[in-house]
Nanobody, 121 residues
Framework: VLLQASGGGLVHTGGFLRLSCAAS????????MGWYRQAPGKMRELVAL???????IYADSVKGRFTISSDNAKNTAYLQMNSLRREDTADYYC????????????????WGRGTLVTVSS
């Protein structure tokens, strides 16, 4: 399963960006999709995830500013990032937890390549 991530870039403080993550390959069903991020010298942290296309979880630091959504027909998730702050600067990694076949008894995880988001003042 491959993840095609896009949407990173350079933005000023207070600006916005939208990340996309499209999964393709042998997927029977998706449990959840989301993003982690890793800033220089820091641990990777969960930013947001969406489960079943409905339930969402956000890091406290992004609540009210970021919105995760998904298009289940396209196996694609989106992360709308508003009111960006310098501390949002990081490499953002999308992932998908999925079942490969109807007979799968466990979920697998695939990762996309990092997408750099840089917020400057």
């Amino acid at each position: 399963v491959l993840l095609q991530a896009s949407g990173g870039g350079l933005v000023h403080t207070g600006g916005f960006l939208r990340l996309s993550c499209a999964a393709s390959g042998s997927i029977f069903s998706i449990d959840d999709m989301g993003w982690y991020r890793q800033a220089p010298g820091k641990m990777r942290e969960l930013v947001a995830l969406i489960r079943g296309g409905v339930d969402t979880i956000y890091a406290d630091s992004v609540k009210g500013r970021f919105t995760i959504s998904s298009d289940n027909a396209k196996n694609t998730a989106y992360l709308q990032m508003n009111s960006l702050r310098r501390e949002d600067t990081a490499d953002y990694y999308c992932y998908v937890d999925f079942a490969r076949t109807s007979a799968s008894s466990y979920l697998e995880r695939s990762w996309g390549r990092g997408t750099l988001v840089t917020v400057s003042s």
